[in-house]
């Protein structure tokens, strides 16, 4: 009986579980091989086994009621199930304990990671592509004071006020749109508002089927070194005291200068400034007071320098000013070299108030011209430095130039404008009265015109005392001046009975003063003058260079009476938009087109464009050098209102032009 239940029983599981055991052969092998191929193949036959038992087990005890009627076939096939289920059931234990080691180690080895990413001085993030931290190591939590759980999910954007934030979205979006890699330098700005400098380097994030799906990123904090690199360049170019470039730095700019001088830029210079008695300042009140006397000085000199200008100090009490461009010829630059030189000369003479006690100061200039001579940079330093040494010999507080000729031309620039200055108010300034006349011989006006007449040299041109009373601003005091002789002029004519209006010529910088509308109103109201027959005359360029300034004080000016003229007509920036924009009453057509007229057919031309456009305009025209019969008899001809020139009379005094018998 055992034997033919054994026999039942077996012959009952071959072909109840032929189709358990064939399934588990067949899905075996290519669960392991193609579809989990890193899984192990003891664990791939464990699960298996346990997913078909629990499948077919059932299926066996269902139809177990064929065999029930022998006698203990049912017991032999209970023993063989339940063998068969402490199998699944070892085999699920087993698989437990092995996955439960496995996230042991895979929780460790997270941890050690952790341990390792915490423990980088470094940012180490990871984004996805909507630029959401779903990383970031203790570096990140403590630049945004946020526990790891509250980073996830946030955007720059949310956690930082950072001046690059455009610029580090734009980065990110590079490596997620384009699968860039980045290396950059950004900067942040953490809770506490400080701004560090980071350098950071992004990988794109790949999926399994090579499509970003997020950046990884690793930020160095590098601002210590970038300070260490900021405080070497300090100490390599500027000076530690005043915190001016120092020699090296110069040398380079020089360098630079001279460079761009050689292809044609202009010219320029180099002022060498030493500072007088230092020394016996420095010994007598201790380095203290002396170093604050320099930094002073360098401020000074600072200021009053124009901007493209580089201020240096080269040794203890020793300054340079890099001057790279004043001009496009060596006449120019020099004139500024010398009128910036004096300048600083004064400047230095004014006494520095320290605790309490005045020191004076004063330094020794010398100059030199950077021109495309070939000269390197050591030797116009060495020519700067020789012309302040010359200054030191020659009593010390003054300007010496390197150049002989300069330092003639330096010497005589600065004798006149001393002399200028003085004369203001004497009787070496007149004012002189050439008369104009219409077609008929008639006087119907005057232009004053001011004369030097020096002690000493005599009588010096307008054309060169003029152009340096402008550069050196004693052209206001002048202008004043005329104004008020201008004044005195009419009541004088007036008192005669002589009631044609005069001209005066108003200097570009008179004009460009705020207050010249004030300081004219308050002039004519001294001597209660006929404004109304004044008449200013200024230059195209004088109007040009800022129009509405210009309409606005000549507005407030006509409504006073005075009217306007046009200087030198023609020879400046001449088109009609311009001139129906300014309240003017005539233009005078300059000299030079009167050269060789009416012979000469370009002037000729010139002339009847200049009379045809004034009688569109509805304005005067004055011609001014008329010297020669045929020159008046064009003029006419062509409708010229008014002629002055040396064919009717010569400028001269007022006095004598008033006792002449043609008045």
Request: aromatic share 6%.
């Amino acid at each position: 009986m055992p034997q033919e239940a054994r026999r039942l029983t077996q012959a009952y599981l071959a072909s109840t579980m032929q189709p358990f055991l064939t399934q588990a052969v067949r899905v075996i092998p290519i669960v392991h091989d193609q579809r989990a191929p890193k899984v192990d193949r003891r664990e791939a036959c464990g699960l298996i086994i346990v997913a078909l038992t629990v499948f077919y087990a059932p299926q066996a005890l269902a139809s177990s009621h064929s065999i029930a009627d022998h006698p203990g076939a049912r017991w032999w096939l209970v023993c063989c199930l339940a063998a068969l289920l402490a199998l699944a059931l070892a085999t699920a234990i087993w698989l437990k304990i092995k996955v439960a080691r496995q996230t042991r180690h895979l929780v460790a080895s997270e941890a050690r990671l952790n341990t390792i990413l915490d423990s980088v001085d470094a940012a180490i993030y990871i984004k996805d592509r909507q630029l959401k931290y779903q990383y970031g190591n203790r570096k990140v939590c403590g630049l945004c004071r946020l526990d790891p759980p509250d980073l996830i999910g946030h955007t720059d954007d949310d956690l930082h006020d950072t001046p690059q934030l455009a610029t580090i979205r734009r980065n990110d979006l590079r490596v997620i749109n384009q699968g860039e890699r980045i290396a950059s330098e950004e900067q942040f700005r953490d809770v506490d508002g400080k701004v560090s400098t980071y350098f950071s380097i992004k990988i794109p994030l790949l999926d399994a089927q090579g499509r970003v799906e997020g950046l990884c990123g690793i930020s160095t904090d590098v601002t210590e070194h970038k300070e260490t690199q900021e405080a070497a360049h300090r100490l390599a170019h500027f000076d530690p005291l005043t915190g001016m470039p120092n020699r090296r730095q110069l040398l380079e700019r020089i360098e630079q200068a001279m460079q761009l001088i050689q292809n044609g830029s202009g010219v320029g210079a180099l002022l060498c400034i030493d500072l007088d008695n230092f020394k016996r300042v420095n010994d007598a009140r201790g380095h203290i007071v002396g170093d604050t006397l320099l930094q002073i000085v360098s401020t000074r000199l600072k200021e009053l320098s124009p901007e493209d200008s580089m201020v240096a100090r080269i040794g203890g009490d020793e300054f340079v000013i890099l001057l790279p461009h004043l001009g496009r010829n060596t006449d120019c630059a020099a004139r500024e070299a010398i009128q910036l030189a004096e300048h600083l000369r004064a400047a230095l003479e004014q006494a520095v108030i320290l605790d309490d006690q005045s020191f004076a100061c004063s330094g020794s200039i010398g100059a030199t011209l950077l021109r495309p001579d070939g000269k390197t940079t050591e030797d116009v330093l060495r020519e700067a430095n020789t012309a302040m040494h010359r200054s030191k010999g020659a009593g010390r507080n003054r300007v010496a130039f390197f150049e002989t000729a300069m330092q003639t031309e330096l010497e005589e620039r600065l004798a006149l404008e001393h002399d200028l200055a003085h004369a203001i108010g004497t009787d070496q300034l007149d004012m002189h009265l050439q008369p104009q006349y219409d077609a008929s011989g008639s006087v119907v006006g005057a232009e004053l015109l001011i004369r030097w007449n020096h002690p000493e040299r005599g009588a010096i041109s307008p054309a060169r005392f003029i152009a340096l009373a402008e550069e050196t601003g004693i052209i206001l005091r002048i202008g004043d001046w005329t104004l008020q002789r201008a004044c005195q002029a009419l009541r004088e004519l007036q008192a005669h009975g002589h009631s044609y209006p005069i001209s005066i010529n108003v200097s570009p910088r008179q004009f460009r003063q705020s207050d010249f509308v004030s300081r004219v109103r308050e002039i004519l109201l001294e001597p209660q003058a006929p404004a109304d027959r004044l008449t200013f005359e200024v230059t195209e360029g004088t109007l040009i260079q800022d129009i509405q300034d210009a309409i606005d004080k000549m507005t407030q000016l006509t409504a006073l009476g005075i009217r306007f003229s046009i200087d030198d007509f023609g020879t400046g920036y001449s088109n009609l938009t311009y001139l129906k924009r300014f309240p003017l009453h005539e233009l005078k057509i300059d000299k030079s087109f009167l050269h060789d007229t009416p012979a000469d057919p370009d002037n000729r031309a010139i002339v009847k464009l200049i009379l045809a456009m004034a009688r569109q305009l509805n304005l005067k025209v004055v011609a001014e050098g008329v010297e020669t019969q045929d020159q008046a008899d064009f003029l006419i001809a062509h409708g010229c209102d008014s002629l002055q020139g040396y064919l009717y009379a010569r400028p001269m005094p007022i006095s004598q032009w008033l006792q002449s018998p043609s008045t």
